[in-house]
C-alpha cells in the first residue's frame, strides 16, 4: 500500500509529487543587505530539492525594506530581485520540486536602524524599539507592497505564494488584540482586526491566480489572546477568500512560555482542518516519517511542513522512506547509491 506521505497531492493545475513542505526558516544570509538571492541560498533550497522534497517554500521574504525582520532577509520589494529570485526557482523546479515563496512584513518585530511600523505603537519587549502606529495611508501602502510582490513572485516563475500572517509579524499583529489598540476600522471588532489581512488576499489575488497558502499562529499563549477556536472562524473566512491552505504554527505574537513537544501544534490543525473545512498544514517538531505518516492517516492535516529537521538532513524524505518501509525515485544522477 502507498504511504500517504508519498502520494500527489493536487491544488489548483498544480500537483506536488508528495506531501513533504519545506517550511520557511529565515536564513539572514543576504550580507550586502539588498535582499537579493546569494549562491547560499542556491545551495540550500536547491539541495532539498534533489532531496525529493515535494514544494520547498523561501524563508520569509520582506515586501518592504522597512519590512525585514533584519537587514540580512531575503527580499522582494524591487524588480532587482526578480532575476536571482527567477534562477532559483528554475533550479528548484528542474530537480523535481515545486517553488513556493513566503511573502512577509516583520512590523515590530523588526530589528533595523531605521523607523519601524505596526498596528499600534508597542514594543515587543524591552529588546525591541518602539514602532510607530500605522497611519491609513501606510496600511494602503503595504497592502499595495504585497499585491507588487505577489505580482514579482509570479514573475520569477513561482507556483505557490504563502501570505505570513504567524509568529507575531506584522498581520499577526493586527489580528491579535494584545497587539492591535486601535480605535478605526482595523481595530477593535475580530472583523475589523481581520481586514489588514482580508485587504492583502484581495489585492493579491488580483494578480495572483496560483495556490495560495496562509500560515497563522493559531494560539498566542495568553488568557486575552487568541486561541484555536478564534482561528476557526478565521480559517473559515480565509477559505471564502479563496486561501487554499493554511499552514497552522503557534505563538510568538507576545513573549510566553511555551511548551514544546513532538507534534504540539498538530492538535490545532486538527481543530481549524475540520472546524473551518479547510486544507491544513502540519508543522511543529514532527521529526519522523512515521509521526508524518499517522498525521495524514488519520486526517488531521493534508500536508506536513518539515523544519528543523530538513536542515539536519537535506534527505529528509529518503530517510522517512526507509522507515515506512517504502521506496522512492532518486535523481538519475544518484541511482547507483541505491543499488546493493
Not at 542556491?42 to 532531496?51: K, N
Request: with cysteine.
Amino acid at each position: 500500500m502507498e504511504k500517504k506521505l508519498f502520494s500527489p497531492y493536487k491544488m489548483k493545475d498544480l500537483t506536488l509529487k508528495n506531501r513533504i513542505v519545506m517550511a520557511p526558516m529565515c536564513m539572514y544570509s543576504c550580507e550586502k543587505e539588498d535582499g537579493i538571492v546569494t549562491d547560499f541560498h542556491m545551495t540550500h533550497y536547491v539541495s532539498r530539492a534533489v532531496g525529493q522534497v515535494g514544494l520547498i517554500i523561501l524563508e520569509a521574504t520582506a515586501v518592504t525594506p522597512q519590512g525585514r525582520i533584519s537587514h540580512q532577509d531575503l527580499g522582494i520589494w524591487s524588480e532587482e530581485h526578480v532575476s536571482g529570485l527567477t534562477k532559483l526557482t528554475q533550479q528548484i523546479k528542474q530537480n523535481g520540486a515545486a517553488a513556493g515563496i513566503q511573502l512577509a512584513h516583520a512590523g515590530r518585530k523588526a530589528a533595523l536602524r531605521d523607523e519601524i511600523i505596526a498596528p499600534s505603537a508597542l514594543a515587543f519587549d524591552e529588546k525591541y524599539k518602539e514602532p510607530k502606529a500605522m497611519t491609513a495611508e501606510e496600511i494602503k501602502e503595504t497592502v499595495e507592497a504585497f499585491r507588487l510582490a505577489a505580482d514579482r513572485a509570479k514573475r520569477a516563475g513561482f507556483d505557490v505564494i504563502e501570505i505570513h500572517a504567524a509568529h507575531g509579524y506584522l498581520i499577526n499583529q493586527f489580528l491579535s488584540p494584545l497587539t492591535n489598540k486601535r480605535d478605526d476600522e482595523y481595530g477593535g471588532t475580530a472583523e475589523n482586526r481581520f481586514r489588514f489581512l482580508k485587504e492583502i488576499l484581495e489585492e493579491v489575488k488580483t494578480v495572483w491566480d496560483g495556490p495560495l497558502f496562509v500560515r497563522v499562529s493559531a494560539c498566542d499563549y495568553h488568557e486575552e489572546g487568541l486561541t484555536a477556536d478564534d482561528y476557526v472562524s478565521i480559517g473559515a473566512s480565509l477559505k471564502k477568500l479563496g486561501v487554499d491552505l493554511i499552514d497552522v504554527s503557534s505563538g510568538a505574537v507576545v513573549p510566553a512560555r511555551i511548551h514544546a513537544y513532538p507534534g504540539y501544534q498538530v492538535k490545532f490543525a486538527e481543530k481549524i482542518k475540520h472546524g473551518a473545512g479547510v486544507a491544513i498544514g502540519a508543522v511543529g517538531l514532527i521529526t519522523t516519517g512515521i509521526q508524518a505518516e499517522e498525521i495524514l492517516q488519520n486526517d488531521r492535516a493534508d500536508l506536513i511542513f518539515i523544519a528543523r529537521e530538513l536542515l539536519r538532513d537535506p534527505y529528509w524524505p529518503r530517510t522517512a522512506a526507509k522507515e515506512l518501509g517504502t521506496s522512492i525515485e532518486s535523481p538519475k544522477q544518484y541511482e547507483r547509491g541505491w543499488i546493493f
